[in-house]
């Protein structure tokens, strides 16, 4: 209670559920600097993965995040829920066994030589997880918000097959539950296709990302345009037949969105995203990121920004889009996984402000 003015003011402090992302974390081994593998001698260390990083971003954003996952009873597996627990994530309902954490080896690209990734992730915990082994019941007695992506059910069909059991209790729950389709090519090895997987888990999801790949592999959609370049940009105009497409497609998602990233070279890339609730589309502006650090995770940023901001921002799904499109164009400019920016720095950039001064 507080008095201001001779009047008595009541301030409920109200408790922000939180928000749930389920998928594997691994181990990143990468060549220092812009080294080649067969140059290498040495490897950085770092601990990332698609949904480990959208928690990630939220903790930074000050939302109250929980990362499930499988991780093997090993130190290794411990270092890995270290990580999580620094960044302030929680990891209470981590399940343990399996036995290994994967591994994915990076060789980062730079002007023209793209990126590369080699995945070690056979026998994983999160490869080896199925149907039963989690309480999702008791891990959502406290959420708001369910993000998984199609990474996970590539994975195997104990996966899928646990990500659809999340799915389904989430929607029995009333938790809001969105997805990055994330199509991997290298990691759908078990037997089944995508569109033999995804269509289950996705007509549960309240809010699609995805780019034009992810809609193609998965689903066999394309846009209406061939050409949706316009010189070094995207054009964001181009994909609305696929949102739209999507939409059609799984009717309980009330937004779909695109991210728009323009491939000048390997270092310097245009980035900008659209999203699409059903009546209008909305346009993020378009950045120019001409010295790329990191571009790993650059999806998840976004993903983490949307979700920040719709939670944040009510109706104003303009200002949700410019949030997300602004954290993940930050993002570019952290080595690492995971970005580790916050609010203000990201409505910094919203304003306008690129200037990258010293903040003294």
């Not at 090895?189 to 790949?213: F, H, R, S």
Request: proline share 3%; hydrophobic share 40%.
């Amino acid at each position: 209670m507080y008095r201001f003015n001779g009047f008595l003011i009541i301030r409920i402090l109200m408790v922000m559920k939180k928000v749930v992302t389920f998928g594997e974390i691994m181990l990143r081994l990468s060549p220092p600097g812009w080294k080649r593998f067969s140059q290498a001698s040495q490897f950085d260390i770092i601990y990332g993965g698609g949904e480990s990083n959208v928690a990630v971003s939220l903790a930074n954003f000050g939302i109250p995040t929980e990362f499930v996952s499988r991780i093997p009873d090993n130190d290794i597996g411990e270092c890995a829920i270290m990580e999580m627990r620094k960044r302030r994530v929680g990891t209470q309902h981590i399940v343990r066994g399996g036995e290994r954490l994967g591994i994915y080896f990076l060789e980062t690209g730079a002007v023209s030589r793209g990126s590369k990734v080699v995945y070690d992730r056979a026998h994983s915990g999160m490869a080896t997880i199925g149907k039963g082994m989690i309480d999702w019941e008791r891990v959502f007695a406290d959420a708001q918000w369910f993000h998984w992506t199609g990474i996970t059910p590539a994975l195997s069909q104990g996966a899928a097959d646990a990500c659809l059991e999340a799915i389904q209790v989430a929607n029995r729950m009333g938790i809001t539950v969105s997805t990055d389709l994330n199509y991997r090519k290298k990691l759908w090895k078990y037997g089944k296709a995508p569109g033999e997987i995804m269509p289950a888990l996705v007509a549960g999801c309240d809010v699609i990302l995805g780019n034009e790949e992810d809609a193609e592999k998965h689903f066999g959609l394309h846009p209406d345009q061939v050409d949706v370049t316009q010189g070094d940009s995207v054009a964001g105009k181009a994909y609305l037949s696929v949102l739209q497409q999507l939409m059609a497609q799984f009717p309980r998602a009330k937004k779909v969105i695109t991210t728009l990233r323009g491939s000048i070279s390997a270092s310097h890339n245009s980035w900008s995203g659209v999203l699409y609730d059903g009546t209008t589309l909305y346009e993020a502006p378009t950045y120019q990121i001409t010295h790329i650090v990191d571009r790993v995770g650059g999806g998840d940023s976004f993903m983490a920004g949307l979700i920040y901001g719709l939670l944040t921002y009510e109706d104003d799904l303009q200002k949700a889009l410019d949030f997300a499109t602004a954290a993940s164009c930050l993002k570019h400019t952290i080595y690492g996984d995971a970005n580790q920016v916050v609010v203000s720095e990201v409505e910094k950039l919203m304003d306008g402000d690129a200037s990258g001064r010293v903040s003294r």
